[in-house]
């Protein structure tokens, strides 16, 4: 596709549910970015591929969240035992060049999960 | 660390009216530093980013930026104000993480509303 596309575009879970959100980078894109956007936030720094290796996953803010991009192209985020807390829009990015400080990320519209 | 602090979380201005939203910079480094809108219930776009090879930066729908380093600042700004510019805004800094690759932290975001 033209742009990043992410699925679902919203989520409703029960507290205690696991959840998986799925992104489609643009193709050829080397590197992925996930972002968590809390309401009334800017988005905060997840984790990164390059390719299919996480090479950092310093944002994640719990062991509930696992990422992986198995193949280096799309990539899933999972999220266990989900909490309340858990409720944001989470932001998919891609970009081309690697290790570049000034390689525009292209975002996804977001999949917004709510939990109850 | 570097970090974008954006003041005031909503601008209002009238339709055809100057628009000016700011955003301060924090950096031991010299800063990649960038703009990006998000309309609702969709990503980010990105407007324009500084790299250092300019310090007046054009980007789309008529918005610029102009980088000083002596006022640690970039802010965003447009001559006239049209009814389709009402969105939020991010401001960001490309940021090193964990070895090569490079994150953005993003400000708080300032919601531009436009009057008719």
């Known amino acids: 596709g033209a742009g990043v596309s992410q699925s679902p575009r919203y989520k409703v879970a029960k507290r205690g549910q696991d959840v998986a959100l799925r992104c489609d980078p643009i193709?050829?894109?080397?590197?992925l970015f996930w972002y968590q956007q809390a309401l009334g936030q800017g988005p905060e720094f997840l984790t990164y591929?390059?390719?299919?290796?996480?090479?950092?996953k310093s944002g994640l803010p719990s062991d509930r969240f696992f990422a992986e991009r198995p193949e280096g192209s799309v990539s899933t985020l999972k999220i266990q035992r989900t909490q309340q807390e858990d409720s944001a829009v989470y932001l998919c990015?891609?970009?081309?060049?690697?290790?570049?400080?000034?390689?525009?990320?292209?975002f996804g519209p977001g999949t917004r999960l709510t939990v109850l | 660390a570097q970090s974008v602090t954006q003041l005031g979380s909503h601008v209002s201005v009238s339709e055809g009216a100057l628009v000016l939203l700011r955003c301060n910079y924090s950096?031991?480094?010299?800063?990649?530093l960038f703009w990006y809108v998000q309309y609702p219930n969709q990503g980010l776009q990105l407007l324009l980013k500084?790299?250092?090879?300019?310090?007046l930066v054009k980007g789309i729908n008529g918005f610029e930026a102009e980088f000083k380093k002596s006022e640690t600042s970039f802010h965003l700004t447009k001559p006239s104000a049209h009814m389709s510019d009402a969105a939020e805004y991010f401001c960001?800094?490309?940021?090193?993480?964990?070895?090569?690759?490079?994150?953005?932290?993003f400000g708080k975001g300032t919601l531009l509303t436009v009057n008719p």
């Open positions: 990015a891609s970009s081309l060049i690697p290790g570049s400080g000034t390689d525009t990320q292209y």
């Open positions: 193709s050829g894109h080397v590197s």
């Open positions: 591929f390059q390719n299919e290796a996480q090479l950092d």
């Open positions: 950096s031991s480094v010299p800063p990649y």
């Open positions: 500084y790299t250092s090879a300019a310090t």
């Open positions: 960001a800094v490309s940021v090193k993480s964990g070895g090569s690759n490079y994150k953005l932290t």
